[in-house]
C-alpha cells in the first residue's frame, strides 16, 4: 500500500496582527506572547514499507528416481507446462510440478534460476525481471528499490537517498520539514527557513516576541538601557529598542 504524504499546513505560522502607539503616551504592545514561531510539531513522520517481501515465492527443488519411495516426490511427476513426466530435477512451486526448464520468467524467458521468484499478473517473474520492471524506483537516483522503501512527498526513495536538502543526512529516524517540494532535517529547517531574532540573527525555533515589526528571542528581547528582558505587555521606545517600565 501506498501512502502519499502531503504538508497540510504551512511551517510558518507568523500572527499579523499590527501593532501600534496606545492613546497618548506612546507605549508599544509586545504580542500574543503565545505566537508560534516555528513548530516541531509539524515535522512530517517518515512512511516505511518492505518493497516485496511478501510477494516473493519459493521454489524447491527435488530429483526423481525410479523405485525411490522414500521421498515425497517418489513417482511419476508431471510437468504443470507441458504434461510430460518429469525425468530428473523436478521444481516444485505454486504446489505444482515443473521440468527446470518449463518453469520459466514471463519477462525474459529465462527459467527460473535459484529459490525465489514471484508472481506478477498471474505470471511467474524472476527476481532480477521484477526489480528491473516491477519495483519502485527511487526518486533520487532512479534505480530500483527492493528492501526498505521510504515514502514521503508522493513518492518512493531508498532510505540512504532520502536526506536532508541541507545537511545530506540520511532522513530515516526523525521525520523531516518540507519546504519547496525538498525534505530537511529540523536544524537546517531552523536554520534556513526559521525567523530570525532581530537582536542575535539566530533562527528562532520557539516562540516568537513579535514587535516593533521584527521577531525576537523572548531571552533577546531586552530594555536598551539595563538589558534585562522586558516582559510587560506595553513598553516603551528609544531608538527602535524596547525600554522597560523602571527605565523609561
Ligand atoms: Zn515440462
Ligand atoms: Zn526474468
Ligand atoms: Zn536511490
Ligand atoms: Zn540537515
Ligand atoms: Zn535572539
Ligand atoms: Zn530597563
Known amino acids: ?44 513522520k517518515i512512511r516505511q514499507r518492505f518493497a516485496q ?22 513417482g511419476p511427476a508431471i510437468c504443470n507446462n507441458c504434461n510430460a513426466v518429469i525425468q530428473g ?24 534460476d535459484g529459490s525465489k521468484f514471484h508472481q506478477h499478473d498471474g505470471g511467474v517473474v524472476c527476481v532480477p525481471c521484477y526489480a528491473q520492471h516491477y519495483s519502485p524506483r527511487c526518486h533520487g537516483c532512479g534505480e530500483p528499490i527492493t528492501d526498505r522503501v521510504i515514502q514521503a512527498l508522493g513518492v518512493s526513495w531508498h532510505s540512504n537517498h532520502f536526506v536532508c536538502g541541507g545537511c545530506r543526512k540520511e532522513l530515516g529516524g526523525g521525520g523531516f520539514m518540507e519546504q519547496a517540494g525538498r525534505p530537511y532535517c529540523s536544524s537546517c529547517y531552523a536554520e534556513k527557513f ?19 515589526n521584527a521577531k525576537w528571542h523572548g531571552a533577546c528581547f531586552t530594555c536598551k538601557k539595563c538589558r534585562n528582558p522586558v516582559t510587560d505587555s506595553t513598553f516603551s521606545v528609544l531608538d527602535n529598542m524596547p525600554l522597560c517600565g523602571k527605565c523609561a
Open 89 to 112: 530435477r523436478i521444481v516444485t512451486a505454486l504446489n505444482k510440478k515443473w521440468h527446470p526448464e518449463h518453469f520459466a520468467c514471463n519477462t525474459c524467458r529465462k527459467p527460473i
Open 53 to 74: 517481501s511478501n510477494l516473493l515465492n519459493k521454489l524447491r527443488w527435488s530429483h526423481y528416481t525410479n523405485g525411490s519411495k522414500s521421498t515425497k516426490d517418489a
Open 1 to 44: 500500500m501506498y501512502y502519499h504524504i502531503v504538508p497540510s499546513r504551512s511551517r510558518l505560522d507568523f500572527r499579523t496582527r499590527k501593532f501600534g502607539f496606545r492613546g497618548s503616551r506612546g507605549k508599544k504592545h509586545i504580542s500574543d506572547s503565545t505566537v508560534t514561531n516555528y513548530d516541531k510539531n509539524l515535522i512530517t
Open 194 to 212: 526559521a525567523a530570525r531574532c532581530a537582536s542575535c540573527s539566530k533562527p528562532i525555533v520557539d516562540k516568537a516576541i513579535i514587535a516593533l
